[in-house]
């Protein structure tokens, strides 16, 4: 599996080089994002899924569980650049309630910004 890896002082932008999310997709995903949250280098994920053309139904349990090994560390995960049968498959399978989207990269570049920001103005304020 390929991966395209993009690394920011904030986050880190994973784009999959393939046309089929699937469970084998899903897991080296996971594996990837494990890796990053192992090193230390980032917490907050950007998933580039511009390539992605289709999804299917055995992806779905291990995107869940990469949402919530991501927010166990408090970081972010945002999916971005979703093509419309992806989506429509994220919708039928109601992840788009799990999950975070965005619609263009720089709109997850502020998603996860500010989400930094909250976080850093929350520990300021206690």
Do not use: W
């Not at 390539?51 to 919530?68: A, G, K, T």
């Not at 419309?84 to 498959?89: D, G, M, N």
């Amino acid at each position: 599996m390929k991966f395209a890896i993009e690394l920011e002082p904030n986050y880190t932008i994973i784009a999959p080089e393939v046309d089929v999310m699937d469970k084998e997709f899903a897991e080296a995903l996971f594996a990837k994002i494990k890796e990053g949250l192992e090193a230390n280098a980032n917490q907050n994920f950007i998933i580039d899924l511009g390539v992605v053309q289709q999804m299917v139904n055995d992806s779905v349990h291990p995107l869940l569980c990469i949402q919530e090994a991501v927010e166990a560390t408090e970081g972010n995960l945002v999916f971005t650049n979703v093509q419309e049968l992806v989506l429509q498959k994220i919708k039928q399978e109601r992840l788009h309630l799990s999950l975070q989207l965005a619609n263009t990269m720089e709109e997850a570049i502020t998603l996860v910004n500010n989400d930094e920001k909250m976080a850093r103005g929350l520990l300021n304020e206690m």
